[in-house]
């Protein structure tokens, strides 16, 4: 049982050569594995810093708090040491490599992570499989990663990460973003898929409820105002689809 916490985590972001304004204040959450926490919100409330704080990124700083991942706190990691200890991020906007072969970077990944390196035979028949899974086509192994990927197929090599790196907790951030109706069912039974296991905690950035209508959450959180405003079990979900958020939005002015 892996148990992913967040307590009282403040950030910063920077937003100019020496200016940063402070946008998470007082995040606290707890995920415990085979857990899918949905993490809901309108712009701006700060659910995107969430991750990539959480993550590592250097434009964000988190100023005071923990984030433990079965008692360890991945803050005082680096960004690679993060990774390796479990916790993935798949990105709103993936990023292109190019002259880096998606088969090269995986491979790469998952030797880091899993401290050897596959056996090439065996390794291209786990790729090939999970491609086939995602409806990715086999071409793409040999391509830059992400190098002139439509929106949909740069959303398919995250998962496709996912599944390969299976890591302890995943953190989704709006991987329903920019997706059509069939890349969106396949997406979501990719992550699925990963939850099936029952040994990954899954926290899942979205402003829709499109995506929850495939991968069925356990908790539904608002965000509003750089923390969690409210939280509730599925039909939460249900009433920010009625009525929106609004009234988060207000109360996080």
């Known amino acids: 049982m892996t148990k992913f916490e967040i307590r009282g985590v403040h950030a910063d972001v920077l937003i100019g050569a020496e200016e940063r304004e402070e946008i998470l204040k007082g995040v606290d959450l707890t995920i415990n594995s085979g857990e899918t926490h949905a993490i809901m919100g309108p712009n701006g409330s700060g659910k995107s810093t969430l991750a990539y704080a959480i993550a590592g ?52 990944a998952v ?66 973003s920019g997706l059509d109706v069939d890349a969106l069912k396949v997406v979501s039974e990719g992550v699925n898929r990963i939850r099936q296991s029952g040994e990954v905690g899954v926290m899942l950035i979205t402003h829709y409820t499109r995506i929850l209508q495939h991968v069925h959450p356990d908790y539904v959180h608002v965000f509003a105002g750089g923390r969690i405003a409210e939280s509730g079990g599925p039909e939460l979900a249900d009433v920010l689809e009625s009525e929106g958020y609004e009234r988060f939005a207000k109360a996080g002015a």
Do not use: C, W
């Not at 964000?60 to 706190?73: A, M």
């Not at 991020?89 to 088969?103: C, I, K, N, R």
């Not at 439509?150 to 790196?165: A, C, M, P, T």
């Open 111 to 176: 030797t880091a992570v899993r401290g050897e390196a596959p056996k090439l035979r065996d390794f291209s028949k786990e790729l090939q499989g999970s491609m086939k899974n995602l409806a990715i086509d086999s071409s793409f192994a040999s391509r830059g990663v992400n190098e002139g990927f439509s929106g949909g197929e740069k959303k398919r090599h995250e998962i496709l990460q996912l599944e390969l790196l299976q890591p302890r907790m995943a953190i989704l951030d709006e991987t329903d």
């Open 57 to 108: 990124h250097p434009r964000y700083e988190i100023t005071s708090g923990e984030v433990l991942l079965d008692g360890e706190n991945v803050l005082e990691m680096g960004v690679d040491e993060r990774a390796r200890a479990g916790l993935f991020l798949a990105m709103q906007y993936p990023v292109e490599v190019p002259g880096v072969s998606m088969s090269n970077f995986l491979r790469s």
